[in-house]
């Protein structure tokens, strides 16, 4: 299985912006598609964005599209999700997860997962 770790969250006023990293440990993210998720507190994990392996396909929730861009470094191991205009609604713990093959929304098609970021936005 693939070793992911995020990085990059913390606190923000509403508008803000913040970028996460998703970094693997394998030399190489061959094949593999990277979700972004979230889940706030006592609610269900959230799909948010995800990206295949050539950076061609991307596909994002809606309550974020216009907003969040999520783009990868296969050079360096590495997926961002760059987030603009933050909401307080945006707030929660955003993890990363790996899958081989195609996007998929649904966390379970995802088998390699990251600790998590928190993400808190302030009104």
């Known amino acids: 299985q693939v070793q992911l770790v995020e990085s990059g969250g913390g606190l923000v006023q509403a508008g803000g912006s913040l970028r996460l990293s998703c970094a693997a440990s394998e030399r190489t993210l061959n094949s593999k598609t990277i979700g972004w998720f979230r889940q706030a507190p006592g609610k269900e994990r959230q799909f948010v964005a995800a990206?295949?392996?050539?950076?061609?396909?991307?596909y994002y929730a809606d309550s974020v599209k216009g907003r969040f861009t999520i783009a990868r470094d296969n050079a360096k191991n590495t997926v961002y999700l760059q987030m603009n205009s933050l909401k307080p609604e945006d707030t929660g713990v955003y993890y990363c997860a790996a899958r081989q093959g195609s996007i998929l929304s649904a966390g379970i098609f995802y088998n390699s997962w990251g600790q998590g970021t928190q993400v808190t936005v302030s009104s």
């Open positions: 990206i295949t392996w050539s950076g061609g396909i991307t």
